[in-house]
T-cell receptor, first 114, second 112 residues
Framework: KQEVTQIPAALSVPEGENLVLNCSFT??????LQWFRQDPGKGLTSLLL?????REQTSGRLNASLDKSSGRSTLYIAASQPGDSATYLC?????????????FGSGTQLTVLP | KAGVTQTPRYLIKTRGQQVTLSCSPI?????VSWYQQTPGQGLQFLFE???????NKGNFPGRFSGRQFSNSRSEMNVSTLELGDSALYLC???????????FGQGTRLTVV
């Protein structure tokens, strides 16, 4: 059974800092890994998708890496801003056969202080 | 282009009743998945539909069911509601199995 762990559970940083969020998973046979952010009471916003054959993806101030063999991914946020405050979730996509199923970590709650 | 649309946004139901939630995926997307989010259990997979066929199902009781129509719109039904079914129900759509998943804003279900 796939298990996804995110560390830390909560993080508070001053504005402008660079930070790293961690995600680990137990089964390396995945299609891809996706990072999301969730604002309170809202749905999930997709940030980055990394296919299993890729090592890295970048979008603006965000950079995500994937090491499938060790079951790890990191999300790097550069020059953090108060608007980055949210819960960040990683999810690995692995179903049975051709079906898809996202397994989520419990998230990292990020607070960026002005 | 329009995103994933879930209706209604909020629902209050009484124990024992049943409820139907709706999800309209992004145009052209044929895969629709449903997830339950609670403070205690986090996000848990319910089921996935592709071209009107359920391809995968999570570990939930038979009270939870769903279906997908020919236009890819999906509905989720929960019968005999329990207090523990109170949660945010999220729908995700994607074009194929290994492409990016896009989520709707969710339906907040409260069972009293």
């Amino acid at each position: 059974k796939q298990e996804v762990t995110q560390i830390p559970a909560a993080l508070s940083v001053p504005e402008g800092e660079n930070l790293v969020l961690n995600c680990s998973f137990t089964d390396s046979a995945i299609y891809n890994l996706q990072w999301f952010r969730q604002d309170p009471g809202k749905g999930l916003t997709s940030l980055l998708l990394i296919q299993s054959s890729q090592r890295e993806q970048t979008s603006g101030r965000l950079n995500a890496s994937l090491d499938k063999s060790s079951g790890r991914s990191t999300l790097y946020i550069a020059a953090s801003q108060p608007g980055d405050s949210a819960t960040y979730l990683c999810a690995v996509n692995k179903g049975s056969g051709s079906a898809r199923q996202l397994t989520f970590g419990s998230g990292t709650q990020l607070t960026v202080l002005p | 282009k329009a995103g994933v649309t879930q209706t209604p946004r909020y629902l209050i139901k009484t124990r024992g009743q049943q409820v139907t939630l709706s999800c309209s995926p992004i145009s052209g997307h044929r895969s629709v998945s449903w997830y339950q989010q609670t403070p205690g259990q986090g996000l848990q997979f319910l089921f996935e539909y592709f071209s009107e066929t359920q391809r995968n199902k999570g570990n939930f009781p038979g009270r939870f069911s769903g279906r997908q129509f020919s236009n890819s719109r999906s509905e989720m039904n929960v019968s005999t509601l329990e207090l523990g079914d109170s949660a945010l129900y999220l729908c995700a759509s994607s074009f194929l199995t290994d492409t990016e998943a896009f989520f709707g804003q969710g339906t907040r279900l409260t069972v009293v």
